[in-house]
């Protein structure tokens, strides 16, 4: 099976950055998630590493250690559009079954 | 090329009662996964269908339960309904074809509210 966590809640300033950590156990991994869920709506898929190590998509870029068990999500120039729970979730290998971690709600204050 | 639809959006049922949720999958997906999200547990898988075929199950009782049609659209059921079913129930296609395609589309969710 799978554990995964990440904070619960985090603040952060406008045109900032924040660092979104998630650790996960697992028996087989495949890969790892970062999805963004507005409150009220549907998850939206942001990233999706496989690999060791950090991909960029403008604004955002995740990061991954398999060895570590370890994933975070940058969030670069802040906007107040971003806040959002962030949700970390881990890929089996085999029948890849998706597990979700409980999210991070992040807030952006002006 | 339309999203993941989901019906109804917003269902109130009483404690005892049983209700079916359907997901429509993007056109040419042909995995269908269900997920329960409550405030305190988060996103938690139920199913995953493909083919008309179960592929993976969370660890739900047996009242929840899911099919899967030949044009890949989904139901799920939930039979003798508790208060502590009351959720935002999420339905996710993907198109399974190929070793890289990972990527889940959400629908906007069913709010299924039990008295």
């Known amino acids: 099976g799978q554990n995964i966590d990440q904070p619960t809640e985090m603040t952060a300033t406008e045109g900032a950055i924040v660092q979104i950590n998630c650790t996960y156990q697992?028996?087989?991994?495949?890969?790892l998630f970062w999805y963004q869920q507005h409150a009220g709506e549907a998850p939206t898929f942001l990233s999706y590493?496989?690999?060791?190590g950090l991909e960029e998509k403008g604004r955002f870029s995740s990061f991954l250690s398999r060895s570590k068990g370890y994933s975070y999500l940058l969030l670069k120039e802040l906007q107040m559009k971003d806040s959002a729970s962030y949700l970390c979730?881990?890929?089996?290998?085999?029948?890849?079954?998706?597990?979700f971690g409980t999210g991070t709600k992040l807030q952006v204050i002006p | 090329k339309a999203g993941v639809t989901q019906t109804p959006r917003y269902l109130i049922k009483t404690r005892g009662q049983q209700v079916t949720l359907s997901c429509s999958p993007i056109?040419?997906?042909?995995?269908v996964s269900w997920y329960q999200q409550t405030p305190g547990q988060g996103l938690q898988f139920l199913f995953e269908?493909?083919?008309?075929?179960?592929?993976n199950k969370g660890n739900f009782p047996g009242r929840f339960s899911g099919r899967q049609f030949s044009n890949s659209r989904s139901e799920m059921n939930v039979s003798t309904l508790e208060l502590g079913d009351s959720a935002l129930y999420l339905c996710a296609s993907r198109f399974l074809e190929t070793s890289g395609d990972n990527e889940q589309f959400f629908g906007p969710g069913t709010r299924l509210t039990v008295l």
């Open positions: 056109s040419g997906h042909r995995s």
């Open positions: 269908y493909f083919s008309e075929t179960q592929r």
């Open positions: 590493n496989v690999l060791d």
């Open positions: 979730a881990v890929r089996d290998r085999g029948y890849q079954k998706v597990t």
């Open positions: 697992t028996s087989g991994f495949n890969g």
